[in-house]
């Protein structure tokens, strides 16, 4: 019941910004310049996108090698069936389908691998802080809700990074705080396998514990982002409008922190009026700024989608996987995970 409420508040959410995001566009002048958009430019920008994926793909292999070291050309399928799950089923199931299919094919904690997924969101979360702050000096912001997205995603996102390095930093002091915690507050069958969760939770973080560690997967990030970025510039040219780099740099960051709100599958709605509005900022004409978006929003849902499902297939999974991974992360959440079948990755699919 509680998934269903927060599919609908994402649902309402998603109508909201589109409301307030296509006030005053003229629709049918939208479909007319996608209609006579040069598409042949989404080529490069599909290409350049798979290469931000590639990114992606060494990065939680990075994350992942104080557990396991896994191939690159096993990992690859597994991220893009879940970004493909972020973009068609609710919830952001594909975090955790990729957590689920990694323990089974390639027996990593359930837990320890979902931990590294949230590491990756701060470290996106973060880059796109900078990317704000690089593009200022060029675009500088003079939108009141803008500076209101940046303060917030600065507070919550640095808090959190904070927040996880201090427990990776202190792994065993964490480990003996919780236990006296749940000696004291929880009865035994309930502490102990929770205390096993945070176990497998603090294995996620090891990555966290090294200077080394932390730079390179910062250095990664800011590659995956800028090279996404030069998808939206390749994009850009099909509607034969310009800005600079930097106001794509600033439309990058303030729409993936938009998309970290609930709402409809495939980012309806955060992803297009925050991507319109910033365009409109530096004076983009509005359904040139709606026309653009909503190709772009297409461009970056569509190919992974398309062959997140060819990898599924592949996988022997279906969309009962994503209901069944869902069940794993709550049992996990619960303490569940037994050590045995973190170590096996029996999963039932």
Known sequence: MRRWMVLALGIAVSAVFLYFGLQGVQLDEVAQRIGGADLIWL?????????????????????????KCVPLRALFPIVVIGYMGNNVYPFRAGEVIRAYVLKRNE?????????????????????????????????????????????????????????????????????????????RLLPAKLSAPLLRLLDHFLDGLKSLRSPRDLLMTLLTSIFIWLTETTKYWFVMHAFHFEVSFFVLML???????????????????????????????????????????????????????????????????????????????????????????AETGEVRV
């Open 251 to 341: 439309m990058t960051a303030v729409v993936n922190l938009a998309t970290t709100l609930p709402a409809a599958p495939g980012y309806i709605g955060t992803f297009h009026t925050p991507g319109i509005l910033v365009l409109e900022t530096f004076r983009v004409n509005s359904e040139v700024a709606a026309s653009y978006t909503i190709v772009l929003h297409a461009a970056l849902w569509l190919p992974i989608t398309l062959l997140g499902f060819v990898y599924l297939i592949r996988e022997g999974l279906s969309w009962r996987s994503f209901e069944e991974a869902t069940k794993a992360a709550e049992q996990a959440k619960h303490g569940a995970e037994s050590p045995q079948t």
């Open 107 to 183: 027996q990593v904690s359930l837990t320890g691998s979902l931990a590294t997924i949230v590491v990756e969101r701060i470290f996106d979360g973060l880059v796109m802080l900078i990317f704000v702050f690089a593009a200022l000096p060029f675009a500088p912001i003079e939108a009141d809700w803008l500076r209101t997205v940046v303060i917030f995603g600065t507070l919550f996102f640095f808090g959190a990074l904070a927040i996880f390095l201090g427990l990776a930093a202190r792994p065993t002091q964490t480990q003996r705080l919780a236990h006296s915690a749940a000696v």
């Open 43 to 67: 080529v490069p920008s599909v290409a350049i996108y798979f290469l931000a994926v590639w990114g992606r793909t060494w990065r939680w292999h990075y994350l992942l090698r104080p557990m």
